[in-house]
């Protein structure tokens, strides 16, 4: 039975129970971090922890706890959930109040964290890729906040699937910001190409790693603008995320990507990426 955190206590998922007048309920008022785990070591942890500081700032949240005592929870709940390779999920909401759409004073968050299996993409995935299809993003401008109110991503990620897709690619006025739950990179004229950050995009934690990755390997790389243009003419296309890793989409809108097949500069960061997380598991990174 999977153990979950909760409130400062360590319990099995199904005696965990928060108040329906919860604010993250109610409203979707609150946060969240996916943090890989690899080996029972934490992925690009200090980054994970800065992100959910910028997160819970732009909401007007304090953080429950310090980066040292979240390391001490992280830990234990590996520990109890078995070590080895999980994905931790942490969400803090602003916690129970009346229900009014001003914030409260004095109420006290919620705090919850779960582990899952996390696999790795597959081989048949690696070998042929993903299929994705373009589509309007209608959320809201603050997109840099991993907030908990995911309804419009929800309904993104569905079009894809009802489209015989895995994801989707959003475009915003004629320019490419993101996926549905991932970040984006193709290949156009020989360079990696990736959308700037901005308020439009999710600050991602492993498309920082592969811009790394690429700077350290001499790949060719550039955040720029991406235009709808460069998306449809571009020899590859890869998705990532922290559950991802990083994805060739081989099929875009029913239209093949470069050859149809995952190219060169994929395989590259693919190879470079498996040698990242060896690395992290045998504790050569901190």
Same mark, same amino acid.
């Given at each position: ?177 993101? =996926? ?9 004229? =020989? ?6 950050? =901005? ?88």
């Amino acid at each position: 039975m999977s153990i979950v955190f909760l409130n400062g206590n360590f319990l099995p998922e199904v005696e965990a129970t928060i108040s329906p007048l919860d604010r993250g309920f109610i409203f979707g008022d609150g946060v969240y971090e996916v943090i890989p785990v690899y080996g029972a070591k934490l992925f690009r942890i200090n980054e994970h922890l800065q992100r959910l500081d910028n997160s819970l700032s732009a909401i007007k949240l304090n953080n429950p706890y310090g980066h040292k005592r979240w390391l001490e929870l992280f830990k234990k709940l590996i520990e109890i959930n078995g070590n080895g390779d999980q994905s931790l999920y942490l969400q803090i909401t602003r916690g129970k109040a009346v229900r009014d759409h001003a914030i409260p004073n004095g109420a006290t968050p919620t705090v919850f964290m779960m582990s899952s299996g996390l696999k790795s993409p597959t081989q048949d995935v690696i070998e042929n890729g993903i299929s994705a299809v373009t589509c309007d993003d209608f959320r809201w401008k603050k997109c840099q906040i991993k907030s908990i109110s995911l309804i419009a991503n929800v309904l993104l990620r569905q079009y894809a699937i009802d489209n015989g897709a895995a994801e989707s690619i959003l475009i915003r006025e004629g320019e490419v910001t993101e =996926g549905a739950a991932s970040n984006i990179f193709v290949v156009v004229d =020989g360079t990696l190409i990736t959308p700037p950050k =901005g308020p439009l995009l999710l600050p991602g934690i492993t498309r920082d790693l592969i811009l790394e990755i690429a700077q350290q390997n001499n790949i060719a790389y550039a955040e720029a603008s991406l235009s709808m243009d460069q998306l449809n003419r571009a020899s590859e296309v890869m998705l990532s995320s922290s559950t991802k890793e990083i994805l060739p989409v081989t099929l875009l809108d029913q239209k093949p990507v470069g050859n149809g097949k995952p190219g060169p500069i994929f395989h590259k960061l693919y190879s470079l990426y498996q040698v990242y997380k060896d690395k992290l598991r045998k504790g050569e990174l901190t």
